[in-house]
């Protein structure tokens, strides 16, 4: 692994616009004030890294539970389904 692959991970397509509406008002802040360009720089790298979609390998073992996110699972209780879905 590269030290680039570290910071550098696959953005999901769908916040492409939203990278690039920042980088533009962050060219226009720029213009403006070189503080403030910096500010939207930052801002900018925080959108890039919120839509980040970096590849994962679940475990593979049996009889795991596996967190759909990249979180903790901290609780498996049975519950009862709402009534608008219909189910038992």
Request: aromatic share 12%; proline share 10%.
């Amino acid at each position: 692994m590269r030290m680039r692959d570290t910071f550098i991970k696959p953005m999901h397509p769908e916040g492409i616009r939203f990278v690039a509406i920042f980088a533009a008002v962050s060219a226009v802040l720029f213009l403006l004030s070189g503080f403030l360009g910096w500010i939207g720089v930052g801002l900018t790298v925080w959108c890039y890294y919120f839509f980040r979609d970096p590849e994962r390998v679940p475990p593979k073992k049996e009889g795991l539970i596996v967190s759909p996110a990249d979180g903790i699972v901290s609780l498996i209780e049975k519950a009862v389904p709402p009534k608008e879905l219909g189910m038992p």
